[in-house]
Every structure is written in structure tokens, then in C-alpha cells.
């Protein structure tokens, strides 16, 4: 599976839009991006995933460059609940996941 | 709702006792789950993968007679960990795609709590 550079934290103040990178240079043509998040002692949870186009759906939006070597998930409206670690993965043809480091995402007031 | 299930939530043994950690798919088959470990403030490791009817796949450097796996039904995998010793505790967690839901996607369980004391 390729592997997948984001920052290690960011900020984001409460109400308004995250956007959370991610560089994914060497993806192969039927690889997917995926994104999940972990809070805290809890299991990863599924956000978005996308393989050429944009995606929105209703927890997020998944923008992908138009050469697949990077893409933005975006959280439109972000709320307290919202701090968690972010992961992208690119995925290919199996059901295994390889994690990164993710990005510590914190929300405050 | 939760789609992959994990029992316990939490759990304490002694040291060089085992202890079963079940991986549950709700309202789904799956033929492959995998199990990872967690450290506190680390990623996730991917441990192995679990094949329904064969013999799990382990990824280099985990130990296959420590951890135990037993896939035995279509919506139940396990893992055991073996003469646990304090190193092994860790938040374990399992994943599997629910074939039959739209999206391709892989969905994972609450995870476990091992302590080992």
C-alpha cells in the first residue's frame, strides 16, 4: 500500500471549516483514499473515502487533486467533538489498512 | 449502529495467563478481519489477518504462537493472547468490510483494553 504524509496536528477554531491534508505521491491508479478518525480510547470510525472525483457526504467533503498525489478532507463546520486523530490511508484492492502517524486534530471554543 | 462488535471493552489478567479477545460482525458475513494493536499515542499496527476456515496471516514480527487466532464461523473471529506478560498490554482492535453494504467500505470495532498486571 502507498503511504500517506500528513501533518502531525493542526487547530481549527469552532464553527469554522478543517481542512486536514494529505500527500499520497506514489498511489496507484485503483487505489481509494480513505479517511477515518480515533478519538480518544475508541475504535477507528469510517469518514469518506474516494478514488478520482470530489465526495461529500454528510460528515465531510473529500477533495483529490486532479493528479491523485495529495487531498484535503474537509469538515465544513467544526465542532468540539470534531478533536480527534484523522487518518488517510490509500487503499488497494485488499481489506487491510495501513495506518500512519494521522493528524491530531484539536477544536477549541 | 456499530457494525463490528469487540468483547470485552476491558479487560485485567495476571501475568502468564491468557486471555480471548472475540471480533464480532453484526448483520454480516466476513471471511477476513484483521487485528491491530495500539500503544498509547501511537498509530495502529496492523497485527494479522484472519481468514475464516485457514490459518491466519501474521505481519513480520508478530509472534503467531502468542497470539492466537481463530476464525471459526463467518461472524466470529478471536484472538488469544498467550502467557501474556505486562509488555502485551495494548487497546487491540479489529476490522472487517461488510460485503454487502454500498461503499466498499471496512468498518472497525470499539477495541479492547488488555492490562496485564
Known amino acids: 500500500d502507498a503511504k500517506t504524509t500528513q501533518p502531525p496536528s493542526m487547530d481549527c477554531a469552532e464553527g469554522r471549516a478543517a481542512n486536514l491534508p494529505c500527500n499520497h505521491s506514489?498511489?496507484?491508479?485503483?487505489?481509494?483514499v480513505y479517511w477515518y478518525r480515533q478519538i480518544h480510547s475508541q475504535g477507528p470510525q469510517y469518514i469518506i473515502h474516494?478514488?478520482?472525483n470530489n465526495e461529500t457526504n454528510e460528515m465531510a467533503s473529500l477533495i483529490i487533486t486532479e493528479d491523485r498525489k495529495s487531498s484535503t478532507l474537509i469538515l465544513p463546520h467544526a465542532t468540539l467533538r470534531d478533536t480527534a486523530v484523522y487518518y488517510c490511508?490509500?487503499?488497494?484492492?485488499?481489506?487491510?489498512?495501513?495506518f500512519g502517524t494521522g493528524t491530531r486534530l484539536q477544536v477549541f471554543p | 449502529g456499530a457494525v463490528v462488535s469487540q468483547h470485552p471493552s476491558r479487560v485485567i489478567c495476571k501475568s502468564g495467563t491468557s486471555v480471548k479477545i472475540e471480533c464480532r460482525s453484526l448483520d454480516f458475513q466476513a471471511t477476513t478481519m484483521f487485528w491491530y494493536r495500539q500503544f498509547p499515542k501511537q498509530s495502529l499496527m496492523l497485527m494479522a489477518t484472519s481468514n475464516e476456515g485457514s490459518k491466519a496471516t501474521y505481519e513480520q514480527g508478530v509472534e503467531k504462537d502468542k497470539f492466537l487466532i481463530n476464525h471459526a464461523s463467518l461472524t466470529l473471529s478471536t484472538l488469544t493472547v498467550t502467557s501474556a506478560h505486562p509488555e502485551d498490554s495494548s487497546f487491540y482492535i479489529c476490522s472487517a468490510r461488510d460485503h454487502g453494504r454500498a461503499g466498499n467500505t471496512i468498518y472497525f470495532g470499539e477495541g479492547s483494553w488488555l492490562t496485564v498486571v
Open positions: 490511508i490509500v487503499r488497494s484492492f485488499t481489506d487491510k489498512l495501513i
Open positions: 506514489t498511489i496507484s491508479g485503483n487505489e481509494y
Open positions: 474516494g478514488l478520482k
